[in-house]
């Protein structure tokens, strides 16, 4: 079993920043790509950014330039940090983690989700 903890959200004003991390732990033997994903009230949950385990981002095009994606494999940790937010990127953030678990066992697991809020 994997569990995942999110943490960071909050409500910030517009040009305000912050630093969204995500905690994996449990029966981990690896972990592979990992993902931030949010969704606005009334819409599909939409992919933000991804980081390969050796560490190559990518990321949303609404967010290029204002987010970055890194990860501590040490720690089993993700994190997301978010420059210049806009009220547009208001939305409950979710990460989403491929965990590789003994015996050999792949599956992506889900983040409790945090809200992120911009005001104008």
């Known amino acids: 079993q994997v569990q995942l903890v999110e943490s960071g959200g909050g409500l910030v004003q517009a040009g305000g920043s912050l630093r969204l991390s995500c905690a994996a732990s449990?029966?981990?033997?690896?972990?592979?790509?990992m993902d931030w994903y949010r969704q606005a009230p009334g819409k599909q949950r939409e992919l933000v950014a991804t980081?390969?385990?050796?560490?190559?981002?990518n990321y949303a095009e609404s967010v290029k330039g204002r987010f970055t994606i890194s990860r501590d494999n040490a720690k089993n940790t993700v994190y997301l940090q978010m420059n210049s937010l806009k009220p547009d990127d208001t939305a409950v953030y979710y990460c989403n983690v491929v965990v590789v678990s003994f015996p050999y066992n792949e599956r992506a697991y889900w983040g409790q989700g945090t809200q992120v809020t911009v005001s104008s």
């Open positions: 980081i390969t385990r050796d560490g190559n981002p």
């Open positions: 449990g029966n981990i033997f690896k972990i592979n790509d």
